[in-house]
């Protein structure tokens, strides 16, 4: 299988504890994404990279949260200190400089109980 | 602000009969455009794109698209739905205020389907 992976697919986790999620992009694609899915609503962008740098983040992201791309290749999203609310689906895509086609992985479900 | 507005939650359809989703979008300049469908434990499928051009697009699984400036709308059409296209349906524009064009997402329709 040749498409954007996430791991773990599933999270619970206790309030105040840290959390990190991992995305492997399609091997070529040079740009990747994260998105954060709550029910009932449609995906909303988090934080974008360009190879291993991160060109912009959402005003959603907090201090808590901390994104890394270190070799260009996966990326880890990792939640300090976890709060219910943080209790979301999270998407990671990916697509190919010079295209405007993302494609999404199947995300990591996190729980926050 | 960019956006995009799906008005319909929910609509349920029986197998066999025509399809229509609404999608509305407010963008200053002409938007690109997308259709994914996003199935219970499935990652979001890319259907179709709108860039330029033709204003009726084809994608996937028989669906199309018809981009309507006059009317601000992007709404995705099937002449005959299949039980399997049961499923959540999101329209999306690229975010020209961000530099790299993150998705903008409207908050989906779902999509059910009669025997």
């Known amino acids: 299988d040749t498409g954007v992976s996430q791991d773990p697919r599933h999270k619970i986790t206790k309030r105040g504890q840290n959390v990190t999620f991992r995305c492997d992009p399609i091997?070529?694609?040079?740009?990747l994404y994260w998105y954060r899915q709550t029910l009932g609503q449609g995906p909303e962008f988090l934080t974008y990279?360009?190879?291993?740098?991160?060109?912009?983040k959402s005003r959603l992201l907090s201090d808590r949260f901390s994104a890394e791309r270190p070799k260009g290749s996966f990326s880890t999203l990792e939640i300090q200190r976890t709060e219910q609310g943080d209790s979301a689906m999270y998407l990671c895509?990916?697509?190919?400089?010079?295209?405007?086609?993302?494609?999404f992985g199947p995300g990591t479900r996190l729980t926050v109980t | 602000a960019q956006s995009v507005t799906q008005p319909d939650i929910h609509i349920t359809v029986s197998e066999g009969a025509s399809l229509e989703l609404r999608c509305n979008y407010s963008?200053?300049?002409?938007?690109?455009l997308f259709w994914y469908v996003q199935s219970p434990g499935q990652g979001l499928q890319l259907l179709l794109k709108?860039?330029?051009?033709?204003?009726l697009v084809q994608g996937i699984k028989g669906f199309e698209a018809e981009f309507k400036r006059s009317q601000s709308s992007f709404n995705l059409r099937k002449p005959s739905v299949h039980w399997s296209d049961a499923a959540e349906y999101f329209c999306?524009?690229?975010?020209?205020?961000?530099?790299?064009?993150?998705?903008?997402f409207g908050k989906g329709t779902k999509l059910s389907v009669k025997p």
């Open positions: 895509a990916s697509s190919l400089y010079g295209t405007d086609e993302q494609y």
């Open positions: 091997s070529e694609h040079n740009r």
């Open positions: 990279f360009q190879n291993e740098a991160q060109l912009e």
């Open positions: 963008y200053g300049a002409t938007p690109y």
């Open positions: 709108y860039f330029s051009g033709d204003t």
């Open positions: 999306a524009g690229m975010n020209y205020g961000g530099s790299q064009g993150n998705l903008i």
